[in-house]
């Protein structure tokens, strides 16, 4: 059976854990956010792989994890009980905001239905935990306005590369606050490819179909390893606070599988080395569209999203609130220069109605493949995902 092609984007969660002097109490204690973006997207994965079939995936684990951290601290009860159980105990926690630098911008805003009586410390702790903006907006008599000017400022944020995030039907007169989570990565490569390196050749797709692709190429000291089920080579980029991490399994390795079993585990059983490294990689584009609602509820999510058992009243008292909507769309594009992902988030919050080595080592990119962009420091999952065609 074929291999799929399979993304795992980390990055740097630097502001993760800060200065205590951003903290809007002494309560508040030291939370291994990164750790719980990486159990949270390995948990999730999965779930999204059941969904995909054989489209590419790519999604932003760290995304969306904060989307829906800056839902869970307003919940209560039975909400957060199992929201804990797959973000981690993210009340009194240090949580925070990406931190941007040249390559990496992530911003968060709260878009919030004008003259609803929302928490005053809810508000307070966004912005202090998540560094967020707050944007006032009129959804009870233009949805349709209020909808197109959040997908625009999402849209200024990715440098247009993600588009109409939240759909027609989403934004309605009963929604009273959007969260929203955007995230640019424009990396350079520490070692560019040559352009007069790239040449036609081939990928076999996850159907077993060939497809006529652009191979770069190059060949350099990497730090590299193998063990009997994949190769492992990591791309550093400028700056070196972020690599490329990439996975090749064997002809023999089905990668959907591997990634469902003990990859994790045979990872860290191996040393990279380096070592000069004869690399094949095609250039590519992909991006995807997630509604996550589904593979949420699978892993026990699911009652921030019934209007019947939610219980937000860490946002509004009223009680009247629930998760009417959460989408997720990322983007990427790979070339010999380097790296640009993109990806965003949103939470729609609802008022309640009635309803083995070689002598020579080569590492062909010909065949799915999985890689990682990791910051080496804290390594947090950013963007995951797979590739199963370069069409």
């Excluded at 030291?30 to 159990?39: G, T």
């Excluded at 911003?107 to 912005?127: G, I, M, P, T, V």
């Excluded at 390594?379 to 995951?384: L, N, R, S, T």
Aim: net charge negative; charged share 25%.
């Amino acid at each position: 059976m074929p291999n799929f092609l399979l993304f795992f984007l980390f990055f740097l969660l630097g502001s993760c854990v800060g200065e205590k002097a951003s903290l809007a109490s002494t309560s508040l204690r030291e939370f291994a956010m990164s750790s719980a973006i990486n159990d949270f997207a390995l948990k999730l994965h999965p779930e999204i792989q059941k969904e995909a079939s054989h489209q590419n995936i790519i999604w932003s684990p760290a995304s969306l994890y904060q989307v829906l951290a800056m839902v869970g601290i307003g919940s209560n009860g039975e909400t957060y009980a199992e929201m804990k159980g797959l973000l981690g105990d993210i009340k009194g926690a240090k949580l925070s905001a990406l931190q941007n630098d040249e390559a990496l911008s992530a911003f968060n805003r709260l878009y919030l239905q004008n003259n609803y009586e929302a928490s005053a410390q809810y508000l307070h702790d966004l912005k202090q935990l998540f560094s967020l903006d707050v944007s006032y907006a009129d959804f009870m008599t233009n949805p349709a306005q209020e909808r197109e000017n959040i997908n625009n400022w999402v849209e200024e944020k990715t440098d247009r590369r993600i588009s109409n995030l939240l759909p027609q039907g989403v934004i309605t007169e009963l929604t009273r606050l959007v969260l929203v989570n955007t995230i640019l990565f424009k990396g350079t490569w520490a070692k560019e490819f040559e352009k007069r390196a790239t040449h036609d050749s081939v990928f076999t797709n996850s159907k077993g179909e060939t497809e006529k692709i652009k191979m770069m190429f190059q060949k350099a000291k990497f730090f590299y390893g193998e063990n009997e089920s994949f190769q492992w080579i990591e791309l550093p980029y400028q700056g070196e606070r972020f690599v490329l991490q990439i996975i090749l399994p064997r002809k023999s390795t089905e990668l959907t599988s591997l990634m469902r079993g003990d990859l994790a585990e045979q990872m860290k059983k191996i040393i990279l080395d380096e070592k000069e490294v004869e690399l094949f990689m095609p250039r590519l584009k992909a991006s995807l569209s997630l509604n996550p609602q589904n593979a949420l509820e699978s892993l026990g999510m699911r009652a921030v999203f019934s209007p019947t058992r939610a219980d937000l009243t860490g946002i509004s008292t009223k009680d009247d609130l629930f998760v009417s909507a959460i989408v997720h769309k990322g983007d990427i594009e790979i070339d010999e220069k380097g790296t640009v992902a993109a990806a965003a988030s949103a939470a729609v919050i609802s008022r309640k109605s009635i309803m083995m080595p070689q002598e020579q080592t080569i590492m062909r990119l010909d065949r799915p493949f999985g890689f990682f962009l990791m910051d080496k420091k804290e390594h947090a999952i950013v963007f995951m995902g797979e590739i199963k065609s370069l069409r």
